[in-house]
């Protein structure tokens, strides 16, 4: 049976939804009950091989009180609660998302922060009213389209100001003798298929101007995971 489930007509979580989102991804991200089920900490720590903490570390660390903080994508589990308290009540975190029901899932998760706000958005156009201290991409560029990587690149970087950062959190080529390699190898041939260019190419080779910036990039987990820190010069 295939996994991919043509959206109903007048089904409002499928309203807007690009279609990579629902021929690839409807399974993961755009069918509301699909939804439900994936998204808790057990499913992100089980499909990150138990390294979901460290890795949000890598970006929460960077998160100070009185932050204003856009994350470009909802993520399953806890991270965006985690990421809105420490901006604390004086700061501002700003989640935005393309599909309905992630945005629906967001809103839930942060209706008890006052300093939080949801927005529906394209990452790759959405514009801040003021400027953001760290904006954040958390294991979405290896979901999206080459094309639209860049878009979202460009996007983030034109929009970090003097003094601030833009994190990119998200699988990198494994080394040779991780095993976990042949097994990720299989999954983006059936499940993940626009994840292994970042195997080939880094994240700064998606940005347009990118010798404007200074790159830092870390790998975990031999070699499977990339934290890329990226500041204006």
Not at 130 to 144: G, K, M, R, T
Request: aromatic share 12%; charged share 20%; proline share 7%.
């Amino acid at each position: 049976m295939s996994r991919n489930h043509p959206p109903l007509p007048c089904n409002p979580y499928y309203e807007g939804v690009p279609d990579y989102m629902t021929e690839v991804y409807d399974w993961a991200y755009v069918n509301p009950r699909r939804a439900a089920l994936l998204d808790r900490n057990l499913v992100v720590s089980t499909l990150l091989f138990l390294n979901d903490q460290r890795l949000m570390r890598r970006y929460l660390q960077q998160i100070r009180p009185g932050m204003r903080v856009w994350q470009v994508a909802h993520v399953y589990g806890d991270l965006v609660q985690k990421a809105a308290a420490r901006v604390r009540k004086h700061g501002e975190f700003i989640l935005t998302d393309i599909t309905p029901v992630q945005v629906e899932h967001g809103v839930h998760k942060l209706a008890a922060y006052p300093q939080a706000r949801v927005v529906r958005a394209d990452a790759a156009n959405y514009r801040l009213e003021q400027p953001a201290d760290l904006i954040c991409s958390f294991f979405l560029l290896h979901e999206v389209p080459d094309e639209l990587k860049q878009r979202i690149v460009d996007n983030m970087l034109s929009q970090v100001p003097e003094g601030g950062k833009a994190v990119f959190v998200d699988y990198h080529k494994p080394a040779p003798w991780q095993p976990i390699g042949w097994l990720l190898k299989w999954v983006n041939r059936v499940l993940e298929p626009f994840a292994e260019a970042l195997w080939r190419n880094e994240i700064a080779s998606y940005a347009s101007d990118a010798q404007a910036f200074d790159w830092h990039k870390e790998t975990l987990f031999g070699g499977v995971y990339q934290v890329v820190t990226v500041s204006r010069r």
